[in-house]
């Protein structure tokens, strides 16, 4: 079978596959170069070398696929795949990886999983290109949990509510959630609803992208083309609505699929970077799943963004942020972000007048930015304190945006604290207006450090080691600290009982993490060598080795890779991704300007970390402290998304570390 390319004879498609055989097989081949390729035709044996160069397989060295006993869900699976449109033979094979996936991952095949339809497009390769294909989809491409209630379609909704606020709100309203309509969609990556040439053509393109989060962007425009029928559909019941919507991509041709693809690419350019770089992880892969970003996506009332990525004015995809500080007037004044605009929540209640007027004026300040910048889409990020008895009323504001149906709306995770915690040393020049002496947080420490101390000093018998406790003490209770304190301060230098603080906790040193007390731990202090912050030496940057991202990544070599944020000596957030041979830690950093390019910062063996270090208040933080031959100890930090895992591998690594 041959695609919508015009037919060559023997000796034509010879040669085709000669020049692919050799474009794949150089060490300098990139997406670009196969895509120029794909541009000028391929049939479909072509195309599968090109999707396994895409997905970095190697073909699989098994020549047994037998299992050693009749399946447990070998009827199912066999009624599964008897559903595809593919040949006898074909069916014959791909029950045969199934089942044997199934055994050797000692998993249950589970009823409309979709893994059947996913395979289908893979049929016509043999057994070992086919598992390892199938196998490289299932991990990097199609979501986890994507089952009733899966997390996918909770984070899917939220993508929807930000682009298309007026259409998710009326599918809420129908209670035709995601699970309901794009549960086939995303376990099949669309196979199940497209004709095969549409999915290879698709597919294709998809991989191209090398983004697996753009099976969210496919569904996002497959609504939003079609919101005007979906919103005729008021009358319907929920499942025909579902039923509908499901279909929709039945109805795409060939020709429809590079508009298709463009266009999930623009809505994801217009998407926090936070939603690809918090999730991914959590999302997509075989390694166990963390909860830290999950655990409240099912009742988030808007999009959650780090708040790392409101520190850059304009994001790599040219979004700007325009904070709105939902925080009292008098924790405003105490200190803000640069530019943040501030909506006094208690007005909301107390004078609506004043309230609609303050909607107003953050509605036209949204609006004269986009007219005055084009390129730039202008995001409403809500910031709280992250005290849920405060932030009620920022949640009823948040809500009021949303139901006049305003686009881009999003919350900053975690709110000012997070924010505050993560400037750390620059808070000061970081927040503008920030007075330690009324900034909650500060003060918050302040009282905590106090109590913490008081605690330290009651829990030693006198001695030689009180004379220190005590002048830490006396620099604590020193005049300026007790006028920051005000009234929580007394004469004899202790805390009222009606006014203990809520945060109380013993200070902590340093602790070893799981037996690695000289690589790994937890600081809460400021780090040694910071005057020699940075990752390369002048010479590495200048030589700037620059990278292909996608194909370093489905290196042989690469053990595992993951998107972080590098934070300069001048505190800018740089775009980076870490990755990991057996022998090497690389960061490659992003070039703005070249999109999926990236040059080499700086390549150590494992042997030349000294420590590793995270923030306590902060524990995606990461510092790294090299060793350089006889030099002294060099400093990088990165935000690091699922910081533990990471670490925890990185230090397995390091040798007398394991």
Known sequence: ??????????????????????????????????????????????????????????????????????????????????????????????????????????????????????????????????????????????????????????????????????????????????????????????????????????????????????????????????????????????????????????????????????????????????????????????????????????????????????????????????????????????????????????????????????????????????????????????????REEEDHLLNMIIAHFLHRKTQFVCSARNGYKALHDLLEESVDSGLEGHDRGRCVVCVDDIVSRISATELTIAEHPPGENIVTKMSSVMKVTSNSVKSRLGSLWREDGTIPASTTPRHVAPVTKSKPYRGMENVFSIDDGDEEGDDQFGGASSSEENERELVNIALWQSRSDIIHSTPVEEITSDGKLLGAVLMLTDTHLYNIRCIPDKEGHGFIKFRHPYASIAKITAKKKHPDLISFKFIRGHEDLQVVRFIIPDSKTVTTRITTLIPGEQ
Not at 36 to 62: A, C, D, H, M, P
Not at 114 to 125: F, N, Q
Not at 311 to 319: A, E
Not at 353 to 367: D, K, N, P, R, Y
């Open 1 to 386: 079978m041959t695609d919508h390319f015009p037919a060559l004879n023997d000796e034509e498609t010879n040669q085709v596959l000669n020049e692919l055989d050799e474009l794949l097989t150089s060490q300098t081949c990139t997406v670009e170069q196969v895509e120029n390729f794909y541009q000028n035709g391929v049939n479909r044996n072509e195309r599968l070398q090109i999707w396994k160069w895409l997905l970095g397989v190697q073909s699989s060295t098994i020549t047994d696929w037998s299992v050693p006993e009749r399946h447990r869900d070998e009827e199912i699976i066999v009624d599964e795949v008897e559903a595809t449109n593919c040949s006898r033979e074909e069916k014959e094979k791909m029950s045969k990886i199934l089942e044997y996936y199934c055994t050797a991952r000692n998993t249950r095949y589970r009823p409309d999983c979709g893994w059947a339809e996913l395979l289908s497009p893979l049929s016509s390769m043999n057994h070992g290109d086919m598992y390892a294909t199938f196998y490289a989809l299932l991990s990097k491409f199609v979501p986890r949990n994507c089952k009733t209630d899966g997390k996918p379609f909770h984070l899917f909704r939220l993508l929807l509510l930000y682009h298309d606020p007026e259409l998710c709100t009326f599918l809420d309203t129908k209670k035709c959630y995601p699970d309901l309509y794009a549960q086939r969609w995303f376990r099949s990556l669309y196979v199940c609803q497209c004709p095969a040439e549409v999915t290879r053509e698709m597919w294709t393109r998809y991989l191209l992208q090398g983004d697996p989060f753009m099976v969210f962007y496919l569904g996002l425009v497959i609504l939003v083309n079609a919101r005007e029928f979906i919103m005729e559909m008021e009358s319907e019941p929920s499942a025909l609505i579902a039923e509908k919507i499901t279909s929709f991509p039945d109805n795409l041709s060939v020709e429809d699929v590079e508009d298709f693809v463009s266009l999930a690419k623009y809505y994801g350019e217009r998407t926090p970077a936070s939603f690809r770089l918090d999730y991914h992880s959590q999302m997509f892969g075989n390694a166990p799943a963390t909860e830290s970003n999950f655990a409240s996506l099912s009742q988030a009332l808007c999009l959650p963004i780090s708040v790392s990525e409101l520190l850059q004015r304009t994001t790599i995809d040219g979004i700007t942020y325009l904070v709105v500080d939902c925080r009292s007037k008098q924790q405003y004044d105490a200190g803000h972000l640069h530019g943040a605009l501030h909506l006094d929540p208690d007005t909301m209640l107390s004078d609506p007048g004043l309230f609609t007027t303050a909607v107003a004026t953050v509605l036209v300040g949204q609006q004269k930015t986009v007219k005055e910048d084009e390129l730039c889409s202008h995001h409403l990020c809500f910031m709280g304190n992250s």
